[in-house]
């Protein structure tokens, strides 16, 4: 298991953004968290096997089709431990 903190940039608040990452999330079983930061960037901490997490980031970097990304920071990072499933925070 591996866990990255991604943000995006974008228009990527007001359109659903952090719902159809939980969906997308809970599609590939991934456990983590997204939420809107007050910079109008979304961020979200995934974690999952390599096949789940390559597959979540290049979902990422386009989002559902109401949104515009226009960059994906990716960082490894280790948090220990990651709650099981995949929720929207605050």
Known sequence: ???YRVRIEGRV????FRYYT???ANRLGINGWV?????GSV??????????LNSML?????GPSSA????THVEPTTVDPVT???RITS
């Open 35 to 39: 939420h809107n930061c007050e910079d």
């Open 84 to 86: 099981p499933g995949f």
């Open 43 to 52: 961020e979200t901490l995934i974690s999952g096997d390599d096949a789940q």
């Open 58 to 62: 290049r979902w990422l970097k386009h």
């Open 1 to 3: 298991m591996k866990t």
């Open 22 to 24: 939980q969906a997308e």
């Open 68 to 71: 515009i990304v226009s960059d």
């Open 13 to 16: 608040q007001g359109v659903g």
